[in-house]
């Protein structure tokens, strides 16, 4: 299950992005390393800080710890760490209709990695025909783009996405440090895990 709303975006600083792979190290008697990818594809990890949240956001983050029964139903969240494409490629016209998957590529020397997009964000994306915007169907649940493009054009994309998570616990806590005007300013911290589709 999967509900496609995003979380609230009020987040504090001090809030912490990150991903992590897994990956079985052996060490050789040599001391020489044998490593094993156990994950092609990462992870992401967030501790999300909510500080003076006045009484209607903190009831935003409430009600969709609620509705997601806890951990059990994801849903969307924006890493401010990484949540922007720019002119990414994800294929090429064959002159037909085709279906093409948002993609965005990393690169460090010879090295690369590229992630699928699967939760673009809606009225945030463009797509490119060798550089000049075309019309294209998005499915912005799955990150599938169709569109007919002329043989050999160079399709790519811009944009915003988020990740898909799920709340680590089925437990929520939020202390009241402060009132304002009658009402309860609340603060909490929040642990969110990112899930495969």
């Known amino acids: 299950m999967f509900n496609e709303s995003r979380l609230l975006e009020k987040v504090a600083y ?9 990956t079985e190290i052996k060490v050789l008697r040599s ?3 044998r490593r094993n990818a156990e994950w092609e594809r990462p992870l ?14 903190h009831q935003i983050v409430v009600a969709a710890h ?3 029964m806890g951990a059990l139903i994801g849903f969307r969240f924006k890493d401010a760490s990484d949540f922007e494409a720019e002119r990414e490629v994800i294929g090429f016209g064959s002159g037909n209709s085709e279906s093409y998957q948002l993609v965005k590529k990393y690169i460090f020397g ?7 997009i699967l ?8 797509i490119f025909a060798d550089g000049n915007p075309v019309a294209a169907s998005i499915d912005y649940t799955m990150g599938l783009v169709q569109l007919s493009a002329d043989n050999g054009a160079e399709i790519t994309w811009s944009g915003e996405f988020d990740v898909p998570v799920r709340f680590e616990d089925d437990e929520i806590g939020f202390s009241i440090d402060n009132r304002h005007q009658r009402m309860p300013v609340l603060n909490g911290n929040v642990e969110l895990l990112e899930i495969r589709l």
């Open 110 to 116: 010879a090295f690369s990695y590229q992630r699928k």
């Open 44 to 57: 992401g990890r967030y501790s999300v800080l909510f500080k003076n949240l006045d009484y209607a956001d």
């Open 66 to 68: 609620h509705a997601c």
């Open 31 to 33: 001391g020489v390393e």
């Open 14 to 22: 001090g809030s912490e992005y990150g991903h992590r792979y897994k």
């Open 119 to 126: 939760k673009p964000v809606i009225g945030r994306v463009t």
